[in-house]
């Protein structure tokens, strides 16, 4: 299976910062990689797919990049609602779907 | 609109069977584009894919837990179906169905709200 490693896990920060977590993947993966926010006591948000789409109502202020084995997740100005644990998932191989650790974005 | 909700016991013993039922609306089972995937989180733990079925009953599962799950889907029920043999206290989790839209594009726009599953004696 291919794994996914994001870093940091734990990231503080304050209103108004720009934020970049890294999802790196074990084996190329082209573009195909999604992320997801979740808030405690939630299911999981769609962001982004294919590493850089976003998806529709997503905020402008988030945004995706990359291709093959590193990928990052920005948000230009971090909000108070954007305050939860990101996740990375690769769609690459069908038959075995993967998600990162997670990073927690917390107010510092 | 959109929408998944799962169902099943919030307690199960080890060794039983868990059965999980996700009833979907606002989209059809038999849709040939999108599917239906299970995914898993323990409590303050990552997200772990599981399994998932498209309309023409194509599955796939998850590598390490392959021996002991089976999905299905009854579409005229919009319900697809779980289930997890020989349960274990490490597979405690809040257990999510969500939607894949489209095949090729293996990822979840829309997801259920989750029902925690507790394996104890």
């Known amino acids: 299976d291919i794994q996914l490693t994001q870093s940091p896990s734990f990231l503080s920060a304050s209103v108004g910062d720009r934020v970049t977590i890294t999802c790196r993947a074990s084996?190329?993966?082209?573009?195909?990689l999604a992320w997801y926010q979740q808030k405690p006591g939630k299911a999981p948000k769609l962001l982004i797919y294919?590493?850089?789409t976003l998806q529709s109502g997503v905020p402008s202020r988030f945004s995706g990049s990359g291709s093959g084995t590193e990928f990052t997740l920005t948000i230009s100005s971090l909000q108070p609602e954007d305050f939860a644990t990101y996740y990375c998932?690769?769609?690459?191989?069908?038959?075995?779907?993967?998600f990162g650790g997670g990073t927690k974005v917390e107010i510092k | 609109q959109v929408t998944l909700k799962e169902s099943g016991p919030v307690l199960v013993k080890p060794t039983e069977t868990l059965t999980l039922t996700c009833t979907v609306s606002?989209?059809?089972?038999?849709?040939?584009?999108?599917?239906v995937s299970w995914i898993r989180q323990p409590p303050g733990k990552a997200l772990e894919w599981l399994a998932h079925?498209?309309?023409?009953?194509?599955?796939s599962y998850s590598t390490s837990l392959k021996s002991r799950l089976t999905i299905s889907k009854d579409t005229s029920k919009s319900q697809v179906v779980l289930t997890m043999t020989n349960m274990d206290p490490v597979d405690t989790a809040t257990y999510y169905c969500?939607?894949?839209?489209?095949?090729?594009?293996?990822?979840?726009?829309?997801w259920g709200q989750g029902t925690l599953v507790t394996v104890s004696s």
């Open positions: 969500a939607r894949i839209p489209s095949r090729g594009s293996y990822y979840f726009d829309y």
């Open positions: 606002g989209f059809s089972l038999s849709n040939a584009r999108m599917g």
């Open positions: 079925i498209f309309s023409n009953d194509e599955k």
């Open positions: 084996q190329g993966i082209s573009s195909y």
């Open positions: 294919a590493a850089s």
């Open positions: 998932q690769q769609l690459n191989s069908y038959l075995a779907l993967t």
